[in-house]
């Protein structure tokens, strides 16, 4: 049973456009939540995180939104480049329990077109 | 710092022999993990060390498989005797704080049992 979800796969867009990427989850214990950018043949890379006491957070031309109420996130990017081609996971991890590992969702593979 | 290094970076075995992966975390980091990723389960957490003692293995999916952390700069996981489903790729990770902190991933080791 998937804790955390990306419910699309794959995501084209547009050059310049706005990214916005899906994550739900269903444990209400989760209270940290990040996102990672992988690249082919490469480890995921951390890209930005929020805890569970925000609804936001900003970083450049990325901004992470948590709705706790549906236990929904998602990663906006705008605008966004060719270099943000990759596969984007969502991970999450709650402090209780002694468990730092990170639950993954599968990932959305985002294609930004010229 | 180098980053997290794993080798090797691909391995091709045959089903019933032994493999070692090895992975070396980035220096002063007290946190190692091991996630495998495939594209049924996506990336899931094996295993992990804090301080070179393993803290949670429920992740390890048999007894077939194992893992070891001998000092601060090196770690094992060994699948003996592996099976065509064991391929995937096998992902070191390390962090420098209890969860919380950003988990810094290796390349990754792509595994191919035949």
């Known amino acids: 049973d998937q804790q955390v979800k990306q419910n699309s796969p794959s995501l084209s867009v547009q050059e310049g456009r706005i990214s916005i990427l899906n994550c739900d989850y269903t444990?209400?214990?989760?209270?940290?939540f990040l996102w990672y950018k992988k690249y082919p043949a490469e480890g995921p890379t951390f890209l930005i995180s929020i805890s569970s006491i925000k609804d936001k957070n900003e970083d450049g031309r990325f901004t992470v939104f948590l709705n706790k109420s549906a236990k929904h996130l998602s990663l906006h990017i705008v605008p966004s480049q060719p270099g943000d081609s990759a596969v984007y996971f969502c991970?999450?991890?709650?402090?209780?329990?002694?468990?730092?590992?990170?639950?993954f969702g599968k990932g959305t593979h985002l294609i930004i077109q010229p | 710092d180098a980053g997290v290094i794993q080798s090797p970076r691909h391995e091709v075995t045959e089903m019933g022999q032994e493999v070692t992966l090895r992975c070396k975390p980035i220096s002063g980091h007290d946190y190692l993990f091991w996630y495998r990723q495939t594209m049924m389960r996506g990336l899931e957490l094996l295993i992990y060390f804090n301080n070179n003692v393993p803290i949670d293995d429920s992740g390890m999916p048999e007894d077939r498989f194992s893992a070891k952390m001998p000092n601060a700069s090196f770690s094992t996981l060994k699948i003996q005797p592996s099976e065509p489903r064991d391929s995937a790729v096998y992902f070191c990770a390390s962090s420098e704080t209890q969860g919380w902190g950003e988990q810094f991933f290796g390349p990754g080791t792509r595994l191919t049992v035949l």
């Open positions: 444990n209400s214990m989760f209270d940290y």
């Open positions: 991970a999450t991890r709650y402090s209780g329990g002694g468990a730092d590992g990170l639950t």
